[in-house]
């Protein structure tokens, strides 16, 4: 290539990053437009629960989410509290984001008021809810305590811990990447050029899915947009440093920076795109789940991955080709001079030691690493993973959460939150019969739309005459009515939980098409999905990830080394997290898609670092044989897997500053066992397998003959 070539085309590339990020950067404050908090709407087509709410504005107005206000004192509510209540719904009334309000309703002790104020449908759910709260504040007498809950209190309560992800998260993880990568690099100039590589592929990432989501292709919610922010940084640090390692050393045997370059790409391009496929690969299985939510994740992490390998493959090699060697200023690596002794007597360094000890005790390392990961995975035994109650989803203060206590203290526990059943207008009374003869149901009505509570007790049956006025006949559509039931229990506990199943088996032998939804319903149907989804997904990203592992390393026995090592970092990592959420934290429990998600971010990324391993144990091994290349493989990628494992793992752990349980959940398992893949696997029992398999680790490849020396 001519000399003006190779200066206009790494010009080209950086300029035609710089327009990318431009366009991409403003969208960064821009993706909560696009994001939704709506958990009905990430269930399946299929689920019972979605059919409800599809279908509920056919028996009654549209609406959005009610917000339940509930006043309460102690000593038992006095007139002028009776008063103040009275004034507090007809002034929420008047609201422009308010579409309609109930009448005051006194618990049977005295001692509390609600009201359910019903949201309009194009409300933003937050800020309404805001506005209800400070109203509440602002008409309580003294002593009289408030509070906001319902499904728009916790709703709200979700936006709000949400609200740090677009400029909190992003900045914690930047500055712990900075601050690594300056304690690795020992260089003011690298860790910016290598920041800037993963930023501009989020910025990219970030305009993409934003357009998709706005087309209504994917689905985007916080936990999704937590993860692409992490995912992406993480990934492409990663992919940087391992291309910044191979530019450093062919800048070593190279004079010219472009040679250098041509050096360094053919010696990352494969293990790059290998681990950057299988990451892909991995996130894409996420499609067969039949969770709206798990199947946005997919193809947005995919699309993270994919920026941020075009990145680590493009911008990084052009920016390094216009700095070369002062990009490592002041240790900047000096053409001609010798690469460092690495597996030598007189070797010297850390990963020096570690593979004199792999040589002299293999089978000895590689027996109790297992041994002790499998330890580890023991706490698997008490993992809790079959979904928590809404109300534990924000760690830390909840006013949604405070209220709930309140109300279920004074009232029905699923008052403001009803189960939803649509069954035949012609069995409307053997419905209700049914519905009200299961234990844990206090009341049930029949939506119509003509009433102004917006309901009317059962016709023919004397059930439900306190929750509405008679005389207002139901709505029917299509054949059906609409029948809701207050529930004794909160809408999100394990007891209400239990009602809903025994609800849906009564409603069946009554109207076989019937079906339950509502709140409660929402969250069966979320953790039995999210069960059926983590039993179907983790052994096909086990397959997948397999193939890919036996064509690039053309073998069958190192791939199912990987793969198993893998497997019991992740039983390890999930094992010590369920004792630390269960002991330490005091965590009521995990959602079910806890351990898929590890499972695919661990085994996903887990993998890489083993990629980037056992490609360079290869390409040594050839020129070495089996033995001597694992111990060479180690030696060189030791350094630049460690620091790419700490990084990864230090953006995981900024997951943690988001006070939502399932993110800390995340950050946790997948942080800890990143650190175990790079400190462990890939440092000690990977190494110390291959090392005592030998020539068979690489069966039925060439190197797997006895004409390879060992």
């Not at 920041?195 to 292709?217: E, M, P, Q, Y």
């Not at 207008?425 to 419905?431: G, N, R």
Request: net charge negative.
């Amino acid at each position: 290539m001519s000399r003006s070539l190779r200066i206009v085309v790494p010009a080209l590339v950086i300029v035609v990053w710089l327009a990318i990020a431009s366009v991409g950067g403003p969208f960064f404050g821009k993706i909560s437009e696009v994001s939704t908090t709506d958990q009905t709407s990430f269930l399946p087509a299929s689920a019972d629960a979605t059919k409800v709410q599809e279908r509920a504005a056919e028996f009654r107005q549209a609406s959005g989410a009610p917000a339940i206000v509930v006043l309460s004192r102690d000593t038992g509510l006095t007139a002028a509290d009776q008063d103040a209540a009275t004034a507090l719904a007809e002034q929420l009334g008047k609201r422009d984001d308010v579409q309609g309000v109930s009448p005051t309703i006194t618990s049977d002790d005295g001692e509390a008021v609600e009201i359910v104020a019903t949201l309009t449908k194009d409300a933003d759910t937050g800020d309404a809810v805001e506005a209800v709260r400070a109203a509440v504040d602002d008409a309580l007498p003294s002593g009289l305590h408030g509070y906001v809950t319902g499904p728009a209190g916790f709703t709200a309560d979700l936006t709000e811990a949400f609200a740090g992800i677009d400029g909190i998260l992003l900045g914690v993880a930047l500055a712990a990447v900075f601050v690594i990568l300056i304690v690795v690099y020992r260089s003011p100039l690298l860790p910016i050029l290598v920041l800037g590589t993963a930023t501009f592929a989020l910025c990219a990432s970030i305009l993409v899915v934003w357009w998709l989501a706005k087309a209504d292709i994917v689905t985007v919610n916080g936990q999704v947009q937590g993860i692409l922010s992490i995912l992406v940084i993480g990934a492409a640090t990663d992919y940087a440093l391992l291309y910044t390692a191979r530019f450093r050393e062919a800048l070593r045997d190279h004079r010219s920076g472009w040679d250098a370059t041509t050096a360094a790409l053919r010696g990352s391009l494969e293990p790059i795109l290998a681990s950057g496929g299988t990451v892909i690969v991995g996130v894409l299985c996420l499609l067969l789940s039949d969770l709206n939510s798990n199947k946005a994740l997919g193809p947005v992490a995919a699309i993270g991955i994919a920026f941020s390998l075009l990145s680590a493959l493009t911008l990084l090699p052009a920016l390094l080709l216009a700095f070369r060697r002062a990009a490592f200023w002041p240790l900047r690596p000096q053409y001609g001079t010798p690469h460092p002794d690495l597996t030598g007597p007189d070797a010297r360094g850390v990963w020096a030691r570690v593979g004199r000890l792999v040589a002299r005790r293999s089978r000895v390392v590689w027996i109790v690493c297992t041994v002790g990961l499998l330890a580890m995975g023991s706490g698997l035994i008490g993992l809790k993973a079959d979904g928590v109650p809404q109300s534990d989803l924000v760690i830390g203060a909840s006013q949604a959460r405070d209220g709930q206590d309140v109300l279920a203290d004074h009232f029905p526990g699923g008052s403001g939150s009803p189960a939803e059943v649509i069954g035949s207008a012609s069995k409307t009374a053997d419905l209700a019969d049914a519905i009200t003869a299961v234990h844990g149901v206090d009341s049930v009505v029949v939506a119509a739309k003509d009433s102004p509570s917006g309901t009317t007790p059962v016709p023919g049956t004397g059930t439900g005459a306190s929750a509405g006025a008679a005389g207002w006949d139901p709505t029917v559509s299509h054949g059906d009515v609409l029948l809701e039931a207050t529930l004794s229990d909160p809408a999100d506990s394990d007891a209400a939980e239990q009602t809903v199943r025994e609800l849906r088996t009564a409603v069946e032998r009554v109207d076989p098409d019937a079906i339950v939804g509502g709140a409660t319903a929402t969250a069966v149907d979320t953790n039995d999905t999210g069960i059926r989804d983590r039993t179907l997904i983790i052994p096909v990203v086990l397959a997948v990830i397999l193939l890919i592992l036996m064509l690039l390393l053309r073998s069958i026995v190192a791939p199912l080394v990987l793969i198993g090592s893998v497997i019991v970092s992740f039983a390890a990592a999930l094992g010590v997290g369920a004792l630390v959420f269960d002991h330490v934290f005091h965590f009521p429990g995990a959602d079910p898609s806890v351990p898929l998600y590890s499972f695919v971010f661990l085994v996903a990324l887990g993998v890489d670092y083993n990629i980037f391993l056992m490609t360079r144990v290869r390409e040594e091994a050839l020129r070495h044989g089996p033995r001597e290349g694992v111990l060479r493989g180690l030696g060189v990628t030791g350094g630049v897997i460690t620091s790419a494992g700490v990084v990864l793992a230090a953006t995981f752990a900024a997951l943690g500053v988001i006070p939502i349980l399932f993110l800390v959940q995340i950050a946790f398992v997948v942080a800890f066992g990143v650190l175990l893949d790079t400190i462990v696997v890939r440092s000690l029992l990977v190494p110390a397998l291959a090392y005592d398999l030998g020539r068979r680790a690489w069966w039925p490849s060439r190197l797997s003959r006895p004409s390879h020396h060992m």
